[in-house]
């Protein structure tokens, strides 16, 4: 079983930066691939950024790329994403889950319970 706690979101102004966690814990935690999603409101649950276990491997949703990366600490069973450049458009609850990447990423049914991120002008 894999449990993700995010954190790290918060209020902040249009191209401001903020970096959010996602702690994981489990026995089979090191085997996972992880993903980011956000969720706007009144809006579909839509791909953000992935890295593979090992950090080797990265995927970004084309709108990210460029303002975002995404990091694994393996010592920490940590994943962050780097926000930059925030924009109003990135306002949501981000989620982070355990997956499995390849060309794409599979999300798996183990998700936090979401962090908000409120970008205002």
């Known amino acids: 079983q894999v449990q993700l706690v995010e954190s790290g979101g918060g209020l902040v102004q249009a191209g401001g930066s903020l970096r959010l966690s996602c702690a994981a814990s489990g026995r089979t935690y090191r085997r996972y691939a992880v993903g980011w999603y956000r969720q706007a409101p009144g809006k579909e649950r839509e791909f953000v950024a992935a890295i593979s276990w090992n950090g080797t491997t990265t995927l970004y949703a084309d709108s990210m790329k460029g303002r975002f990366t995404i990091s694994r600490d393996s010592a920490k069973n940590t994943v962050y994403l780097q926000t930059n450049s925030l924009k109003f458009e990135d306002t949501g609850i981000y989620y982070c889950?355990?997956?499995?990447?390849?060309?794409?990423?599979?999300?798996?049914?183990?998700w936090g319970q979401g962090t908000q991120v409120t970008v205002s002008s």
């Open positions: 889950n355990a997956g499995i990447i390849g060309n794409t990423y599979f999300p798996r049914a183990y």
